[in-house]
């Protein structure tokens, strides 16, 4: 029954996470807010909705170790599993702002999460304002550096023309389907750690993460097949600075965020760095600005041993 609550659950956040991007870009060009800056914000923050809502969840119903290795998982799972199988499909080419900007900002956010989970074994409000004050810094670089005729993809032109009725229904499922989603994948979750004998940490850092993580992945194969632009990578960077920013940030504002997982620190978020840290010599070596199928598959490689060795632990 765990499994059908989770599937259940992954199922709602999706549905509830597409309405809230919707509503969400319809509402800005109501409010003149410019094509630029609603990708580059509000189609992130709407897209960072499902994990935040799950993580405020887990903290606020005694399971920080979801709550934390939500994130922590997701973005292993965006290098390792939804890069890797792109790359695996079709090759990808890298911009230069990704080592100028993006990547070098995802390695400060992460070394940074890292301390202030080591340093007291928590996650306090100040530090998630910290995170989150350090989001709405890289945002403002971002759009400051972007050029002013850049258009996101994920922004739909014809949400400029949706009616206020629409906004506001659209708002309210998404509102309806994140709540019921977060419930049942955290109560699906525990009840699976618990009837596989593994760590809430465990099944936060692999199930979960993989299941938040299909949406994209779809997404981005498909692109790869039909031999379209296949993966921003600094989209994906710019995820896993999201995650840490907004939802481990406005989730401590919230309440402090315990580490209740030995795992987390001593293990998961180690794999974390590794993945992001191991970018640079992916895209510079042998050949420059590109991650080849090969790449791919290291990285697929290396995702799979560590949900083997997530798994093993708890043997």
């Known amino acids: 029954m765990s499994l059908v609550w989770i599937i259940l659950g992954l199922m709602l956040l999706v549905i509830g996470g597409e309405f809230l991007v919707r ?32 993580s405020l969840n887990a903290a606020l119903t005694g399971s920080p170790a979801i709550a934390i290795n939500n994130v922590i998982g ?14 695996l499909v079709s090759s990808i080419a890298v911009d230069k702002s990704f080592y100028k900007l993006n990547w070098p900002v995802m390695m400060v956010f992460s070394i940074v999460l890292y301390y202030f989970l080591k340093n007291d074994d928590h996650l306090r409000p100040l530090e ?21 005729d850049t258009i996101p993809e994920e922004v739909d032109e014809s949400l400029a023309i949706v009616s206020n009725f629409k906004i506001t229904l659209w708002l309210l499922i ?8 977060s419930e049942w994948l955290v109560d699906g979750a525990k009840e699976l750690a618990t ?31 039909k031999k379209e632009k296949a993966l ?13 920013g907004s939802v481990l940030g406005l989730t ?22 590794a ?41």
Do not use: C
């Open 252 to 273: 401590s504002i919230v309440k402090t965020i315990p580490v209740t997982d030995a795992a987390i620190l001593d293990h998961d978020i180690f794999w974390m760095l």
């Open 232 to 244: 921003s990578l600094g989209n994906l960077i710019g995820s896993n600075i999201f995650n840490i």
């Open 74 to 87: 997701s973005n292993i799972a965006n290098i390792g599993l939804v890069l890797g199988i792109t790359a």
């Open 275 to 315: 993945f992001s840290a191991v970018l640079i010599p992916l895209i510079i070596l042998p050949k420059r600005l590109n991650i080849s199928r090969y790449k791919g598959l290291l990285l697929v490689v290396a995702y799979g041993a560590f949900i083997f060795l997530a798994f093993r632990s708890q043997v």
């Open 23 to 54: 509503s969400s870009v319809a509402l800005s060009f109501k409010l003149k807010i410019s094509k630029m800056v609603i990708g580059m914000t509000v189609v992130s923050f709407a897209t960072s909705a499902p994990e935040l809502l799950v």
């Open 128 to 148: 998630g304002a910290v995170l989150f004050g350090g989001l709405i810094l890289f945002l403002i670089v971002l759009i400051k550096s972007a050029k002013k």
């Open 195 to 225: 009837m596989l004998g593994v760590s809430d940490a465990v099944i936060a850092a692999t199930v979960i993460a993989i299941g938040t993580s299909v949406p994209e992945l779809a997404a981005s194969v498909i692109a790869a097949v």
């Open 174 to 181: 998404g509102a309806v389907a994140l709540y019921f989603g």
